[in-house]
């Protein structure tokens, strides 16, 4: 990695270790933010060198990232080997992000939780305060849900109009108290 330029170096290095705090392998989340910032789409051995990785590293990350969505495989003419090129717009990524991240994480945790409320309902004793707080938390799943997919289906226009109005919309519907 000492060939890349520091900015480049710096931020690969970051996104890396943000990547383990998401839950994501670093190794991946490097492959990603070189990707990102290459102006070319990359071929593996490209990657391989820059990065100092293991091929085989390199080949599990970049299906992995395009099983996510956010890394395409690309082919240039006149050169047989697969390249990769990154999403460049970072509204368009962080939607397929959050979106393969509700696909992952949150869409089976509904389910569960929806089928322990139908386990819940069987069971006559005891079960009252678990059940209600499984109410709850489905409530939450759903409604956090429903907003996503309002929010999925906006144009970047629109949705950076609407992150911009934070607290004027805060204010506007009178929803600066507690437990509002």
Known sequence: MTDLPPITRKF????????????INRTMAQIHALLYLSERPLNAEEICEALELARSNVS???RELQGWGIVKLVHLSGDRRDHFESMKDVFEMFRVIANERRRREVDPTLKLIEDCLEDAGKEKKGEEYVRARLTSMKEFFELATTFANQLERLPTG???????????????????????
């Open 12 to 23: 690969i290095l970051h996104w890396g270790e943000m990547g383990v705090r998401w839950g």
């Open 158 to 180: 629109s949705l950076v109009k609407v992150a911009r109005m934070g607290d004027k919309a805060v204010k506007l519907l009178g929803l600066g108290g507690q437990g509002s």
């Open 60 to 62: 599990v990350s970049l």
